[in-house]
């Protein structure tokens, strides 16, 4: 390696540092980010558990001691 090569990577790494800095000096901001992101997921479970409880809901209730389950409570919930 020579002398340019080396000097082109000492620069590129001054800058990977300054950059990387940057990132831990918002802590503030990564607190917020890490709030939506978690919000995001929230959201995006209760959409992906409710398709999948929709189409396989109907499947489920053909199942004999989940239809008595099902009904028993329906039953409990009348009186």
């Known amino acids: 390696m020579d002398w340019e090569d080396s000097q082109a990577i000492t620069e590129k790494l001054d800058k990977l540092s300054v950059e990387v800095s940057k990132q831990h000096q918002s802590l503030g901001r990564m607190f917020v980010i890490g709030i939506v992101y978690g919000i995001g997921f929230f959201v995006g479970s209760a959409i ?8 396989l809901g109907p499947l489920a209730g053909q199942v004999p001691w989940i239809h008595d389950a099902f009904e028993t409570g329906l039953s409990l919930l009348k009186h």
């Not at 992906?48 to 189409?55: D, E, M, P, R, S």
Request: hydrophobic residues 75%; charged residues 0%.
């Open 48 to 55: 992906i558990a409710t398709i999948l409880l929709g189409i």
